[in-house]
């Protein structure tokens, strides 16, 4: 039962460069959602989805692309990253909007 | 603006000792809470989930005050392992972007 799984877990890139985020997750849940997490701000929330093919912006959602053709999959992308974008970013899924949601493992991204 | 706020401490408290936080939220609407524990540089795990007045689960026990907005933890004999920080967190109350996560409260649990 691998649950939800993030790839890189590490990411170290340069100003300007593109880098995706992948999150996979093998329960079908309709809902993921990605956030970042930074010191003094907590969890914010980036994008989310609530089934394939429909994706909507979070709290922060600039300088992000993100898109969902398979339901097992939801892909974030920093399309020119900033040393701004320098975070935790967490992958997670939940059955519906309002039920508990599973969190990846993270992945740490630094951008020089 | 919908918001989950929290003390975020931190609460020293010697092993074996009770500790209870407490959250309060904004959002009138929100339907389920729940409460994640996050240790330090890892992803946020349920702890509890919280849908009518209150929820126990062994040690831990989560109240619910809809009258007032907030939900309280209690932890019952602490133990060491339980050290790592607590988020409180509410649903959107209807809206798609799921849940409100509050910023935690950091708990250490001192031998």
């Known amino acids: 039962d691998a649950g939800i799984t993030q790839s890189p877990r590490y990411k170290i890139t340069e100003t300007g460069r593109q880098v995706t985020l992948m999150c996979h997750q093998t329960w079908s849940h309709s809902y993921m959602f990605w956030y970042r997490q930074d010191l003094g701000h907590g969890l914010r929330l980036i994008y989310y989805s609530a089934a394939a093919d429909i994706t909507d912006k979070g709290e922060v959602p600039d300088g992000y692309v993100v898109s969902r053709s398979k339901t097992e999959n939801f892909p974030l992308t920093l399309e020119s990253a900033t040393r701004s974008q320098t975070s935790v970013y967490f992958c997670?899924?939940?059955?519906?909007?309002?039920?508990?949601?599973?969190f990846g493992p993270g992945t740490r991204l630094t951008v020089t | 603006r919908k918001e989950v706020e929290q003390d975020p401490g931190p609460f020293n408290v010697p092993e074996g000792a009770t500790v209870a936080f407490n959250c309060t939220y904004s959002?009138?609407?929100?339907?389920?809470f729940f409460w994640y524990r996050q240790d330090c540089r890892k992803e946020p795990k349920l702890l509890m989930s919280v849908y009518s007045s209150g929820n126990e689960d062994g040690r831990f026990t989560a109240q619910l005050n809809r009258a007032s907005q907030y939900i309280s933890l209690l932890i019952r004999d602490s133990k060491l392992s339980d050290s790592a920080t607590y988020l409180c967190?509410?649903?959107?109350?209807?809206?798609?972007?799921?849940?409100?996560f509050g910023k935690g409260t950091h708990l250490i649990i001192q031998p």
């Open positions: 967190v509410a649903n959107s109350g209807g809206g798609a972007d799921g849940l409100t």
């Open positions: 997670a899924s939940a059955s519906g909007a309002r039920y508990e949601q599973y």
């Open positions: 959002n009138s609407a929100s339907q389920s």
